[in-house]
């Protein structure tokens, strides 16, 4: 299933972490803060776990969607030629 | 149809205007930088050449998504208590 992972969340680091555990569910950057994929229910659910525990008492907000093959067929990006999602990355 | 609008652009002033214009065309703000709502096509459409409009030659990222009520009861969110998505509203 297409999943999209969107975030807004305070500390750098709980940040990267949350984009680390995005990216090694199998989904990509779309945008600073938001990933993007084709993954299976179980993983997806154990990303949901995953970013629910590194998320823990920090403040922030993490919503994941899923957005099936019909409605994906109108996403609309908008986007300058410049533009690389990979701004901000912070490695640990 | 429910619409996510999700975005990363670098210009204060670009950016508020893109939440203004999700705002005015009846989207509420879920996160500081995604708005989702229930909105006609015709609505969408206008929106979508408003957001083109105002992205302009700036550099960003804009994407829309169309989400069915069917993957909408799969929504997860994870946030903690003190939240909220107005953190850096600019008023102009």
Excluded: W
């Excluded at 984009?19 to 600073?32: D, T, V």
């Excluded at 907000?61 to 912070?90: A, H, L, V, W």
Aim: with cysteine.
């Amino acid at each position: 299933m297409n999943t999209l992972v969107i975030y807004d969340i305070t500390d750098d680091n709980i940040r990267a972490k949350v984009a680390e555990e995005c990216l090694s569910h199998g989904l990509i950057r779309i945008q600073k803060s938001a990933f993007l994929g084709v993954i299976n229910n179980q993983v997806r659910k154990s990303l949901i776990r995953r970013l629910a525990k590194i998320l823990g008492d920090h403040r922030g907000n993490i919503q994941i969607f899923i957005i099936c093959d019909k409605d994906m067929r109108f996403r609309k990006i908008i986007s300058s030629e410049d533009y690389t999602p990979e701004g901000d990355i912070i490695f640990l």
